[in-house]
T-cell receptor, first 110, second 116 residues
Framework: SQQGEEDPQALSIQEGENATMNCSYKTSINNLQWYRQNSGRGLVHLILIRSNEREKHSGRLRVTLDTSKKSSSLLITASRAADTASYFCATDAAGNKLTFGGGTRVLVKP | GAGVSQSPRYKVTKRGQDVALRCDPISGHVSLYWYRQALGQGPEFLTYFNYEAQQDKSGLPNDRFSAERPEGSISTLTIQRTEQRDSAMYRC??????????????FGPGTRLTVT
């Protein structure tokens, strides 16, 4: 079973708009990570947020973490066509291994 | 520098054959993880190593699956007597430290396995 569940499953936006996706998880974590996967390619690490952090930024990415609600959100600002990809959250709840969610498929239309 | 590499990139095999999938992690990385990813799903943990020691193999589906990392670098995932349900993308990732889930993992391009 998957620890993280992303919402929505799919998202379609226009270039320049913001994209927000959420991740919920079930048990306590030390950290939560977001990865991106472009079509037919490998996964690339985007950002890691630790359980004692509430918000983190990296370029056009903003991640929040609410451990009381066991949820995280990823915001991509001013989206570009190159942001079209699947986005996965991953947690370390089950020991020294990552458990991934099912992903949010984002389509950015030019 | 070189990233994580995997070979072969594509493997088509007949049901009942054995296959060996190779992962070459980033040089010096301590931990190495194997995942399986079905189409449209996130990666699913299979097993991981710190150096040459297999630390957790709880994600291996059954005893037809095994993995080794004999010298603490290259790893091989072997599937014996393949079945059609084994068809998937197999991904490898490495991390700098022994606590690979607490830090960024670097993924390889994957091996697409098709069992006919």
């Amino acid at each position: 079973s998957q620890q993280g569940e992303e919402d929505p499953q799919a998202l379609s936006i226009q270039e320049g708009e913001n994209a927000t996706m959420n991740c919920s998880y079930k048990t306590s974590i030390n950290n939560l990570q977001w990865y991106r996967q472009n079509s037919g390619r490998g996964l690339v690490h985007l950002i890691l947020i630790r359980s004692n952090e509430r918000e983190k930024h990296s370029g056009r990415l903003r991640v929040t973490l609410d451990t009381s609600k066991k949820s995280s959100s990823l915001l991509i600002t001013a989206s570009r066509a190159a942001d079209t990809a699947s986005y996965f959250c991953a947690t370390d709840a089950a020991g020294n291994k990552l458990t991934f969610g099912g992903g949010t498929r984002v389509l950015v239309k030019p | 520098g070189a990233g994580v590499s995997q070979s072969p990139r594509y493997k088509v095999t007949k049901r009942g054959q054995d296959v060996a999938l190779r992962c070459d992690p980033i040089s010096g990385h301590v931990s190495l993880y194997w995942y399986r990813q079905a189409l449209g799903q996130g990666p699913e943990f299979l097993t991981y190593f710190n150096y040459e020691a297999q630390q957790d193999k709880s994600g291996l589906p059954n005893d037809r699956f095994s993995a080794e990392r004999p010298e603490g670098s290259i790893s091989t995932l072997t599937i014996q007597r393949t079945e059609q349900r084994d068809s998937a993308m197999y991904r490898c990732a490495s991390s700098e430290t022994a606590q690979g889930a607490l830090y960024e993992q670097y993924f390889g391009p994957g091996t697409r396995l098709t069992v006919t």
